[in-house]
């Protein structure tokens, strides 16, 4: 059964303090691992897709990495309206196109 | 970008009434479509996953027959929750995947549903 597993499940951090989340995760064979941003009542916002270990991608102040057993979301010099739920999801080759959700980290940055 | 709308964003019902839900793909057609269900401080737990034309897959302890599911166009789906009560309370969002070469996902903006 595949299995994700994101820590730590809240991070409360000061403006400009980098940081790192991570998702840890099982699965027979990966087609893809994404990474999506969530606000209080509303959908997810698609973030990142990784396909491969060793990839890398970046947008404004985050980063995705991915290895074969996990993959990280770095956060650099985060701001205020970074605050939000990353929920990080997998999809496996024999699940078709189902994505597989990790329990997602509630990250705070306070001004 | 592609673009998922979802309506209502907030509906309250009785208990015993049914309530339906839409999504549509606004900028791409949507092969595929996900609804998932998602508690306060929890993560998304899909409910059934359905493709245009045909009947919709439920995951393990859905109930079809509760959660009534159709796709009839690639860029229409809808939920209809019957005879809904108040554990039926929850925040119910929709993502869809088509033709876009990639797998990317989009999701809807959701749906608070409230059961009275």
């Known amino acids: 059964e595949d299995q994700v597993t994101q820590s730590p499940e809240a991070l409360r951090l000061q403006e400009g303090e980098s940081s790192s989340l991570n998702c840890s995760y099982t699965?027979?064979?990966?087609?893809?691992l994404f990474w999506y941003r969530q606000d209080p009542g509303k959908g997810p916002e698609f973030l990142f897709t990784?396909?491969?270990a060793g990839e890398e991608k970046e947008k404004e102040r985050l980063k995705a990495t991915l290895t074969k057993k996990e993959s990280f979301l770095h956060i650099t010099a985060p701001k205020p309206e970074d605050s939000a739920t990353y929920l990080c999801a997998v999809q496996a080759i024999r699940q078709g196109n189902k994505l597989t959700f990790g329990g997602g980290t509630r990250v705070l940055v306070k001004p | 970008g592609a673009v998922v709308s979802q309506h209502p964003s907030r509906v309250i019902c009785k208990s015993g009434t049914s309530v339906k839900i839409e999504c549509r793909s606004l900028d791409f057609q949507a092969t595929t479509m996900f609804w998932y269900r998602q508690f306060p401080k929890q993560s998304l737990m899909l409910m059934a996953t359905?493709?245009?034309?045909?009947?919709?897959?439920?995951e393990q302890g859905v109930e079809k027959d509760k959660f009534l599911i159709n796709h009839a166009s690639l860029t229409l789906s809808t939920l209809t929750v019957t005879s809904a009560h108040p554990e039926d309370s929850s925040f119910y969002i929709c993502?869809?995947?088509?033709?876009?070469?990639?797998?990317?996902?989009?999701f809807g903006s959701g749906t608070r549903l409230t059961v009275v």
């Open positions: 993502s869809a995947s088509g033709d876009r070469g990639n797998y990317g996902y989009t």
């Open positions: 359905s493709n245009e034309g045909s009947k919709a897959t439920y």
């Open positions: 990784l396909y491969s």
């Open positions: 699965v027979s064979g990966l087609r893809g």
